[in-house]
């Protein structure tokens, strides 16, 4: 266990490319301004189905 922890502790040090600074900071701007596009998306969505089914079975009882 003590070897695996070595060794991966060795892989990111010394052989995994990082982004720089600026590019982490886009890429975090951008997935956060995609992830509140998906959201609105998702609750528009939600709000219509639900005036949808409202709106049926007060078709329903009448």
Do not use: C, P
Not at 27 to 39: I, Y
Request: net charge negative; glycine share 2%.
């Amino acid at each position: 266990m003590v070897d695996y922890i070595k060794e991966s502790y060795n892989e990111l040090k010394n052989h995994v490319t990082w982004t720089s600074w600026s590019e982490a900071q886009r890429l975090t701007v951008l997935v956060a301004v995609f992830s509140v596009v998906l959201a609105l998306a998702v609750w528009g969505v939600d709000t219509v189905f639900s005036k949808l089914i409202s709106l049926y079975f007060e078709w329903i009882k009448s």
